[in-house]
């Protein structure tokens, strides 16, 4: 079982000042461990999300040198800016994969030297592209990778970073986060494979419409090349990022929804709780990581 709760979305007044200088990320690409594959670790290595707790110096193209990000025990994540917080949620399973997603957005009007005081935030404020591009985590001495689909770094994650003190948030939202032994089994949980006769979906498989099977109430999935996914449970519109791994491995982050009450299918839930997809024929059959059937689709 994998931990899931939505990102808080934080607001109020923020630290005075933006700049600095974005670092230069170390290595375009990063040479995985032999028999490894392009996103996670070997079929003989599990990875560790619990690794990736904590308060971390984040290097990557596009951010200051000085932005923190925040990986809760809770599922929460954030990054923090001299004078910005983007809050939203992450997943990370021990395949080796990890997903991030960020939907709150605040910023100190206040501070004349943050570009965005005063304006409406777009798409790209409240959503980083180069957390778009993260498929998948790997540990690195005491530094956390974040890799894209091919195995190329995009971000480094370095320990030092400092918790910040702000007056309108509770410590406990931008320290250092606790990591109790309730939420060390949860994440390091593994998936059981596939129950027979279910065959692995791929990235390749998956791409495109898909509708609940059977049923015809206006409900669909769409999986993107961009890892985006769209869809509506036939009444809420819906979204996310995913990806799909070796094994069928699957995940899935789900922002948020309007809450339409109708006679509605959980894709959305159906998404997120799912640890592997499968093929049984032509239906799509997404399983939590116990084995249980969540649910089915087929092509629209």
């Known amino acids: 079982m994998r931990l899931r709760v939505v990102g808080l979305v934080l607001a109020g007044a923020f630290l005075a000042g933006c700049g600095g200088q974005s670092p230069a990320v170390p290595r375009a690409e990063t040479p995985l461990p032999p028999g490894a594959s392009a996103v996670g670790p070997s079929a003989s290595v599990r990875a560790d999300p619990v690794a990736l707790v904590g308060l971390w110096k984040l290097a990557v193209d596009g951010e200051p040198e000085d932005t923190v990000l925040r990986v809760s025990g809770e599922g929460d994540l954030a990054v923090f800016g001299r004078c910005t917080s983007l809050t939203g949620s992450w997943q990370a399973n021990t395949e080796g994969q990890f997903l991030g997603n960020l939907n709150g957005f605040s910023v100190n009007a206040r501070i004349r030297e943050c570009p965005l005081a005063g304006k409406q935030p777009t798409d790209a404020d409240f959503m980083p592209a180069w957390l778009g591009r993260v498929a998948g985590f790997r540990v690195d001495g005491k530094e956390r990778l974040l890799l894209d689909q091919s195995g190329a770094t995009v971000a480094r994650l370095m320990p030092g970073a400092v918790p910040t003190p702000r007056s309108d948030l509770l410590p406990e939202m931008t320290g250092v986060p606790v990591v109790t032994d309730e939420i060390r089994e949860q994440l390091r949980a593994v998936a059981v494979p596939l129950p027979s006769p279910l065959q692995p979906a791929t990235t390749g498989t998956l791409l495109g419409r ?89 092509r629209r």
């Open 210 to 298: 898909w509708q609940p099977a059977g049923k015809d109430v206006g409900a669909y999935v769409e999986f993107k090349a961009n890892g985006q996914w769209t869809g509506s449970d036939g009444c809420n519109g819906e979204g996310g990022r995913w990806t799909a791994g070796a094994a069928g491995s699957f995940l899935a982050l789900a922002g948020p929804t309007t809450l339409i009450g109708c006679a509605n299918v959980p894709v959305g839930a159906w998404l997120s709780e799912a640890s592997r997809a499968g093929l049984d024929g032509a239906e799509l059959v997404l399983v939590d990581g116990g084995g249980k059937e969540l649910g089915r689709l087929s």
